[in-house]
């Protein structure tokens, strides 16, 4: 039986490359390293995302080409108007249905943490929303937070992408912002940030998080596309593959397990 679920699956990836066109198959990305990421200029994208895409969509013949783009909404668009087939790490919330379709398979789980300035350390506590009363709290243009946190009455101040949100803590032009932990916490260390950024325990959420292909291009079946890129993904979970691309990345001394849970 599982031999034929695998001859199964070959005729199913083979039929699907004959039907490829020349066109470049495009991947979209915010700039998070370590998981997206670019050195130099935009075209050279890196990253533990790219890596496992680049593996996934290689075993289906696609030779995927990768871009970094300034902000979430720009993302929506490109995919919305059929000019990108694929955008890195996105968690579920319905109303992005309709401009993404989700595959089943999630790549890593990330929490959301309140960071701010370490000599507010004994000023800024968490025990509910009401503690941040006072504080000029930012909140990326883009991003979806929950709707409890949103509705919560509080001082936002809005920022138009990301990218700059450590300078605007560092800077006092915010107090405090939500932010992906695991990401930002690398982002701290890049730019030497470890003693004037830290961040609150209580976290604001946890979501998996998953690549998600566009619902409004006629160069692919996007359907068939999904159906084969989750079978590679599940594989490459059961066989140790990805957990090896995030250790490459990140050593052993990382607790793997909360990431890829």
Do not use: C
């Not at 032009?173 to 961040?199: C, M, S, V, W």
């Amino acid at each position: 039986m599982k031999t034929n679920k695998v001859l199964i699956f070959l005729v199913f990836v083979v039929s699907f490359n004959s039907s490829l066109f020349a066109n470049d198959f495009i991947i979209l990305g915010t700039n998070d390293p370590p998981l997206k990421y670019f050195e130099g200029d935009r075209s050279n994208v890196k990253g533990i995302a790219v890596d496992i895409l680049k593996e996934a969509l290689g075993e289906m013949g696609i030779n995927p080409v990768f871009r970094i783009v300034d902000s979430d909404l720009r993302i929506q668009k490109e995919l919305r108007n059929g000019n990108a087939q694929m955008a890195m790490l996105y968690s579920y919330r319905q109303h992005r249905e309709k401009y993404f379709i989700y595959s089943t398979e999630a790549i890593i789980r990330l929490s959301w943490h309140f960071f701010y300035r370490t000599e507010d350390i004994n000023k800024i506590h968490y025990d509910s929303f009401d503690d941040f009363k006072n504080l000029q709290v930012g909140i990326v243009n883009g991003i979806t937070y929950t709707n409890e946190f949103m509705n919560s009455g509080l001082s936002f101040s809005n920022l138009p992408k990301k990218g700059s949100e450590l300078e605007m803590l560092v800077k006092h032009r915010i107090d405090l912002i939500a932010l992906p932990t695991f990401i930002t916490l690398t982002q701290i260390n890049n730019k030497g940030f470890e003693d004037k950024i830290t961040y609150l325990k209580k976290p604001l959420k946890s979501r998996l998080y998953y690549n998600v292909f566009g619902n409004n291009n006629d160069q692919y079946d996007m359907r068939k596309l999904i159906s084969i890129y989750d079978h590679i993904i599940k594989k490459m979970k059961a066989n140790g593959r990805i957990r090896q691309i995030f250790i490459k990345h990140l050593g052993n001394d990382i607790d793997l397990d909360v990431l890829l849970n």
